[in-house]
């Protein structure tokens, strides 16, 4: 059973840093991309990066520059460090995982950002 779980969310003011992890288990974890979503109150979810099995990464415009996707195939680990936080990053962020066509997400883990 594929199983994601986030954590590392939590209240900073602006221009503050947060790491946020997803362990994945049920899965190989190393041959899959992994990709952070956010959802902020009232809105759709978005991607926000995605980072390959090889290690290739991709951002949204909005936090390129800010954050850094990266994971750890020891640990099946995949992280989102997230610097200089804005209050527009207040949202839901999620952990996503694409398996035989399905998706598959976490719980998430709040993020919100404000003085």
């Known amino acids: 059973q594929v199983r994601l779980v986030e954590s590392g969310g939590g209240s900073v003011q602006p221009g503050g840093s947060l790491r946020l992890s997803c362990a994945v288990s049920g899965i190989m974890f190393s041959s899959k991309t992994m990709r952070w979503y956010r959802q902020p109150p009232g809105k759709e979810r978005d991607l926000v990066a995605v980072i390959g099995s090889g290690g290739g990464t991709n951002y949204v415009d909005s936090v390129k520059g800010r954050f850094t996707i990266s994971r750890d195939n020891a640990k099946n680990t995949v992280y989102l460090q997230m610097n200089s936080l804005k209050p527009e990053d207040t949202a839901l962020y999620y952990c996503?995982?694409?398996?035989?066509?399905?998706?598959?997400w976490g719980q998430g883990t709040q993020v919100t950002v404000s003085s």
């Open positions: 996503n995982i694409v398996h035989l066509g399905s998706n598959y």
